[in-house]
């Protein structure tokens, strides 16, 4: 079956009114790399968008890629004298108006680095990296209009660590020290060096009415307009500090978790926590504000504030999970579940926000978790950092406590050899499976009976798993793996932890060539899918244990392999995954997503699906699971969680589901309404409410389990207002529905 795929911009109010090609993200902001101050709102931005609060009502809001941006993984922001804001990024450089809560203009100009944004009269500059030099870029505002005018490179700068507006000049902190210049008068590479910095190492420059403050590892300084270097403080270390701030001759500095005000010469701490990380300090309405890793926070007094919404902490999940309609988020910080509360790893700061839901995990992830599973209400994770290993069950309904542990160590009292889990895989018998990421000597292991067996030692010797990423079992329970030479099979009878017999098949990738397996999965028809760097190919396997492969393909009209996404890179972070209609999905490195349909052809089409074609938040991947009663897929990436509606799900049978949307449905519109929950081969029709038929929809209407009406007659002519009805039969089950749409004809 062809399906139609159009990927649109939305916000989608819920699933059930949601259409087919409909993306939404989910992200956290919580985590504030930079703010400013303005008009009572305190602006921050994320790796998922800009946020604010309202200081006044302690109202937030948001935008990301589904309400206004183009890029994320956002790293600066900056108001100009437009009030409009500059947010920057590796990306591109976007301008934002929040008077009018629209883009009104974006740069993409091949950024490799960016450390800020300056005033100069009309214009704008941005510090950045291009083409391996640093320099400034210039925008100029004509007639409210922003247009790019040139970028001055300066080949002798190591960096730029902050941009700065004084005394008529623009201020280049870098660690070669500190140069400055009227960009009016001389290029950048004439620019002169006004201060001597003694040789200690620079970290922050900041502006204030009358004064410019130098912050270094060793002092703070204050220039002038009189163009005079005083020293504020001279001989402390302030090489851990990350910024400074001053306000009405107030001075502050701030390292990763405390915060400092420099009073009479004194360095006096005034907040401090240790869970907490501090990315800005701010001052406004009179109060001290920070960007921090759990949001804004507010220092009046020595008392400290949060202001947080509820939204998971997880950003970049290694892995997720769907359980009850919940989606799961999992990563060294911890796991978030939609709702949303929040379990970390490590302790929360003291004071957060009681909208903010989050407790602790006494447990140490480490750095990556390579795979989750979902075994009646328990959730597994298998991990492979140097930090822990093994692999870890926690009880959902229970706060994710703690319920077993498996594969920590090799050997008990040799706590040196861990076992980093690759892969983990239960079989049909539950036995819980686990593949080493880097032991050969112990490279797989299970869990049966309250007991782990390591079977090394009953490997045979030519048979040497190479470590890989990926284990599987088939339809018969046959354990498959990497191997050196290429798939290795392990099928066993009776117990395994004492089998009757068992087996040790070595399986070519492809016959005659040396291909590595990347990845693979066995489909529900028994088919054994593999990546390769060679692309994708399939092995059809059957229940005879020493020749499992009855044919491997797909083939060429000559007889040789020719395989599916023969021009894809893919690597050993590449995964397969189906959807609850047998269709095959392989994340690719840095490209997206494949699907392969099972009339093998692609969809949406050979392009896939990536974050130019599509609001997918990154072409980083780190798993995808099936919502299979909701037709959603989601997609985990290195910036959130994409949500996208399918034309892809579990069998609808009856027609009591039935939603229909837009309602009223207003026409002309450029959006037809959608009736969705249609089950396989029925037949649609339009009819007035005494019953005579206005429209049959033709299976060009048809997407998947949604149909379409543009609001026009089988003559093509739109349809007046009033309230009509939407006959729904269903040959296959025989059932049928009969429901009411209001059309207002404008």
């Not at 502050?252 to 800005?280: C, H, K, R, W």
């Given at each position: 079956?062809?399906?139609?795929?159009?990927?649109?911009?939305?916000?989608?109010?819920?699933?059930?009114?949601?259409?087919?090609?409909?993306?939404?993200?989910?992200?956290?902001?919580a985590?504030?790399r930079?703010?400013?101050?303005?008009?009572?709102?305190?602006?921050g931005?994320?790796?998922s968008?800009?946020?604010?609060?309202?200081?006044?009502?302690?109202?937030?809001?948001?935008?990301?890629?589904?309400?206004g941006?183009?890029?994320?993984?956002?790293?600066?922001?900056?108001?100009?004298v437009?009030?409009?804001?500059?947010?920057?990024?590796?990306?591109a450089?976007?301008?934002?108006?929040?008077?009018?809560?629209?883009l009104?203009?974006?740069?993409?100009?091949?950024i490799?680095?960016?450390?800020?944004?300056v005033?100069?009269?009309?214009f704008?500059?941005?510090?950045?990296?291009?083409?391996?030099?640093?320099?400034?870029?210039?925008?100029?505002?004509?007639?409210?209009?922003?247009?790019?005018?040139?970028?001055?490179?300066?080949?002798?700068?190591?960096?730029?660590?902050?941009?700065?507006?004084f005394?008529?000049?623009?201020f280049?902190?870098?660690?070669?020290?500190l140069?400055?210049?009227n960009?009016?008068?001389?290029?950048?590479?004439?620019?002169s060096?006004?201060?001597?910095?003694?040789?200690?190492?620079?970290?922050?420059?900041?502006?204030?009415?009358?004064s410019?403050?130098?912050?270094?590892?060793?002092?703070?300084?204050?220039?002038?307009?009189?163009?005079?270097?005083?020293?504020?403080?001279?001989?402390?270390?302030?090489?851990?500090?990350?910024?400074?701030?001053a306000?009405?001759?107030?001075?502050?500095?701030?390292?990763?978790?405390?915060?400092?005000?420099?009073?009479?010469?004194?360095?006096?701490?005034?907040?401090?926590?240790?869970?907490?990380?501090?990315?800005?300090?701010?001052?406004?309405?009179?109060?001290l504000?920070?960007?921090?890793?759990f949001?804004?926070?507010?220092?009046?007094?020595?008392?400290?504030?949060?202001?947080?919404?509820?939204?998971?902490?997880?950003?970049?999940?290694?892995?997720i999970?769907?359980?009850?309609n919940?989606?799961?988020?999992?990563?060294?910080?911890?796991?978030?579940?939609?709702?949303?509360?929040?379990?970390i790893?490590?302790?929360?700061?003291?004071s957060?926000?009681?909208?903010?839901?989050?407790?602790?995990?006494?447990?140490?992830?480490?750095?990556?978790?390579?795979?989750?599973?979902i075994?009646?209400?328990?959730?597994?994770?298998?991990?492979?950092?140097?930090?822990t290993?093994?692999?870890?069950?926690?009880?959902?309904?229970?706060?994710?406590?703690?319920?077993?542990?498996?594969?920590?160590?090799?050997?008990?009292?040799?706590?040196?050899?861990?076992?980093n889990?690759?892969?983990?895989?239960?079989?049909?018998?539950?036995?819980?499976?686990?593949?080493?990421?880097?032991?050969?000597?112990?490279?797989?292991?299970?869990?049966?009976?309250?007991?782990?067996?390591?079977?090394s030692?009953?490997?045979?010797?030519?048979?040497?798993?190479?470590?890989?990423k990926?284990?599987?079992?088939?339809?018969?329970?046959?354990?498959?793996?990497?191997?050196?030479?290429?798939?290795?099979?392990?099928?066993?009878?009776?117990?395994?932890?004492?089998?009757?017999?068992?087996?040790?098949?070595?399986?070519?990738?492809?016959?005659?060539?040396?291909?590595?397996?990347?990845?693979y999965k066995v489909?529900?028809?028994?088919?054994?899918?593999?990546?390769?760097?060679?692309?994708?190919?399939?092995?059809?396997?059957?229940?005879?244990?020493?020749q499992?492969?009855?044919?491997?393909?797909?083939?060429?009209?000559?007889?040789?392999?020719n395989?599916?996404?023969?021009?894809?890179?893919?690597?050993?972070?590449?995964?397969?995954?189906?959807?609850p209609?047998?269709?095959?999905?392989?994340?690719?490195?840095?490209?997206?997503?494949?699907?392969?349909?099972?009339?093998?052809?692609y969809?949406?089409?050979?392009?896939?699906?990536?974050?130019?074609n599509?609001?997918?938040?990154?072409?980083?991947?780190?798993?995808?699971?099936?919502?299979?009663?909701?037709?959603?897929?989601?997609?985990?990436?290195?910036?959130?969680?994409?949500?996208?509606?399918?034309?892809?799900?579990?069998?609808i049978?009856?027609?009591?589901?039935?939603?229909?949307f837009?309602?009223?449905?207003?026409i002309?519109?450029?959006r037809?309404?959608?009736?969705?929950?249609?089950?396989?081969?029925?037949?649609?029709?339009?009819?007035?409410?005494?019953?005579?038929?206005?429209?049959?929809?033709s299976?060009?209407?048809?997407n998947?389990?949604?149909?379409?009406?543009n609001?026009?007659?089988?003559?093509?002519?739109?349809?007046?207002?009033?309230?009509?009805?939407?006959?729904?039969?269903?040959?296959?089950?025989?059932?049928?529905?009969?429901?009411?749409?209001?059309?207002?004809k404008?």
């Amino acid at each position: 079956m062809k399906y139609i795929f159009s990927i649109l911009l939305v916000i989608t109010a819920s699933n059930s009114q949601s259409r087919i090609g409909d993306f939404q993200s989910i992200s956290s902001f919580a985590h504030v790399r930079s703010a400013l101050f303005f008009d009572n709102l305190l602006f921050g931005i994320s790796q998922s968008g800009l946020i604010s609060l309202n200081t006044v009502d302690g109202s937030f809001e948001t935008v990301s890629i589904d309400n206004g941006l183009s890029y994320l993984g956002l790293t600066h922001i900056h108001k100009d004298v437009e009030d409009n804001l500059w947010i920057g990024s590796k990306k591109a450089i976007q301008v934002w108006s929040p008077e009018k809560k629209v883009l009104i203009n974006q740069f993409q100009l091949d950024i490799e680095d960016l450390s800020g944004f300056v005033n100069f009269e009309n214009f704008i500059y941005a510090a950045v990296k291009i083409n391996g030099l640093w320099g400034i870029l210039e925008f100029r505002y004509v007639d409210e209009k922003v247009y790019f005018r040139d970028f001055y490179q300066r080949s002798d700068l190591e960096n730029i660590l902050k941009i700065s507006h004084f005394d008529n000049n623009v201020f280049l902190l870098s660690s070669n020290g500190l140069i400055s210049g009227n960009p009016f008068q001389n290029h950048i590479s004439a620019w002169s060096n006004p201060v001597n910095l003694n040789n200690e190492t620079p970290i922050d420059i900041h502006q204030s009415k009358e004064s410019l403050y130098i912050l270094s590892s060793n002092s703070i300084y204050r220039f002038t307009i009189e163009r005079t270097l005083e020293t504020i403080k001279d001989n402390y270390d302030f090489s851990k500090m990350k910024g400074i701030m001053a306000s009405n001759e107030d001075i502050f500095t701030f390292s990763d978790t405390s915060i400092f005000q420099i009073l009479d010469g004194e360095v006096s701490p005034i907040y401090s926590d240790q869970n907490l990380q501090i990315n800005s300090i701010i001052k406004g309405d009179n109060y001290l504000w920070t960007a921090t890793s759990f949001g804004f926070g507010r220092l009046n007094n020595n008392t400290y504030n949060s202001f947080i919404y509820n939204q998971p902490i997880i950003n970049d999940p290694d892995a997720i999970e769907i359980y009850n309609n919940n989606l799961i988020m999992v990563n060294k910080q911890g796991i978030s579940i939609d709702g949303w509360t929040n379990y970390i790893t490590s302790k929360p700061p003291r004071s957060i926000s009681n909208k903010f839901q989050i407790s602790s995990i006494p447990y140490n992830f480490g750095e990556k978790i390579s795979k989750s599973l979902i075994l009646e209400d328990l959730l597994f994770l298998s991990l492979n950092s140097s930090q822990t290993a093994g692999i870890v069950s926690l009880d959902i309904n229970n706060q994710f406590s703690i319920v077993s542990k498996y594969f920590t160590y090799i050997d008990q009292d040799t706590t040196n050899l861990k076992f980093n889990v690759g892969d983990m895989v239960f079989d049909r018998q539950n036995n819980l499976w686990a593949i080493s990421l880097d032991n050969l000597s112990y490279p797989l292991s299970v869990f049966s009976k309250n007991q782990t067996i390591h079977l090394s030692d009953r490997l045979p010797k030519n048979n040497i798993i190479d470590g890989s990423k990926s284990i599987v079992v088939d339809n018969y329970n046959r354990i498959w793996m990497s191997s050196f030479s290429g798939l290795l099979m392990y099928n066993y009878s009776g117990d395994v932890l004492n089998p009757n017999n068992e087996e040790w098949v070595n399986v070519p990738i492809i016959d005659g060539i040396n291909r590595r397996a990347l990845n693979y999965k066995v489909s529900s028809d028994n088919t054994l899918w593999i990546i390769t760097s060679y692309g994708l190919i399939y092995k059809k396997l059957r229940a005879q244990a020493d020749q499992p492969v009855t044919e491997t393909g797909p083939l060429t009209s000559s007889g040789s392999i020719n395989p599916y996404f023969q021009n894809i890179p893919f690597d050993q972070n590449s995964r397969i995954y189906f959807d609850p209609s047998g269709n095959l999905w392989v994340t690719s490195n840095n490209e997206g997503i494949f699907v392969l349909d099972t009339q093998n052809e692609y969809w949406p089409s050979s392009n896939g699906i990536n974050s130019s074609n599509s609001k997918l938040l990154s072409n980083n991947i780190s798993d995808i699971k099936f919502s299979s009663e909701d037709g959603l897929v989601f997609i985990s990436t290195d910036l959130g969680v994409s949500k996208l509606k399918i034309p892809f799900k579990s069998e609808i049978k009856k027609t009591n589901t039935i939603t229909i949307f837009p309602s009223p449905f207003v026409i002309p519109s450029n959006r037809p309404m959608v009736i969705d929950g249609v089950p396989q081969r029925s037949s649609i029709q339009i009819m007035s409410l005494n019953g005579n038929k206005i429209k049959t929809l033709s299976p060009s209407n048809m997407n998947g389990y949604q149909a379409t009406w543009n609001g026009m007659d089988e003559d093509g002519a739109y349809v007046g207002s009033g309230i009509y009805l939407v006959l729904i039969i269903n040959k296959k089950h025989n059932t049928s529905s009969i429901e009411k749409i209001a059309v207002i004809k404008n």
